[in-house]
């Protein structure tokens, strides 16, 4: 089980990432599967949130090749973008 101090960071850090679009994305995923994570994925997620928001909302939406350093099953729920919800 991850630090709950590293998860209360990577949660703060998903949800503001600048734009309306990011957060709900990010912070969706995180809110969505963190309760399930172990080391590999937090420290998966930690590099995730050090990448431009432009990029990383390109691999989800399919509009850019997803880096080797993050393919994998992570990258795959992060794709399908089930989790998101956004607020009427």
């Not at 703060?12 to 963190?34: K, L």
């Not at 850019?64 to 992570?74: K, L």
């Not at 794709?79 to 009427?88: F, N």
């Amino acid at each position: 089980m991850p630090d709950t101090n590293r998860l209360g960071r990577a949660r703060f850090r998903a949800w503001h990432r600048g734009t309306r679009e990011a957060d709900f994305m990010i912070g969706g995923f995180f809110d969505r599967y963190h309760a399930a994570w172990g080391e590999a994925e937090l420290a998966w997620f930690e590099a995730l949130l050090e990448e431009e928001d432009v990029d990383i909302m390109a691999w989800a939406l399919g509009q850019a090749a997803v880096p080797d350093g993050f393919a994998g099953a992570q990258m795959e729920l992060f794709r399908r973008l089930d989790y998101v919800h956004i607020p009427r």
